[in-house]
């Protein structure tokens, strides 16, 4: 029983960690409409792209969150059965990590000069 519920806390992380890459990574390139802030005129507001100043942090931050607990919700109902092999730990990981690995790549090439 220790055994299935581990297995199932490690199914949400793992599930977590792919939701927060993909919340933080399709907003943005699917130029989805994001909460901004812009400090010059202390406002919030929601658009699609915004000029210099405002911040869009915030939006991506919160697309992430609402990524992240979907994708470990999905990931702790997957994780009640027993795992078959130890195959899928590593296949798990392997996805966690890509997800991770995209994610950063898109960023750092997005501001690459």
Do not use: N
Not at 7 to 23: N, P, Q
């Amino acid at each position: 029983m220790r055994a299935g519920r581990t297995h199932a806390r490690y199914c949400a992380a793992c599930g977590g960690v792919m939701g927060w890459s993909l919340g933080a990574l399709l907003p943005s390139y699917g130029r989805w409409p994001m909460l901004f802030y812009d400090p010059a005129q202390s406002r919030w507001f929601v658009a699609r792209s915004a000029g210099p100043v405002p911040i869009g942090y915030y939006g991506l931050l919160l697309y992430g969150l609402a990524f992240a607990l979907v994708g470990a919700g999905v990931g702790a109902l997957a994780g009640r059965r027993e795992p078959r092999s130890a195959d899928s730990v590593w296949l798990g990981a392997t996805w966690a990590l890509t997800a991770l690995l995209v994610c950063g790549a898109y960023y750092t090439f997005q501001l690459w000069p």
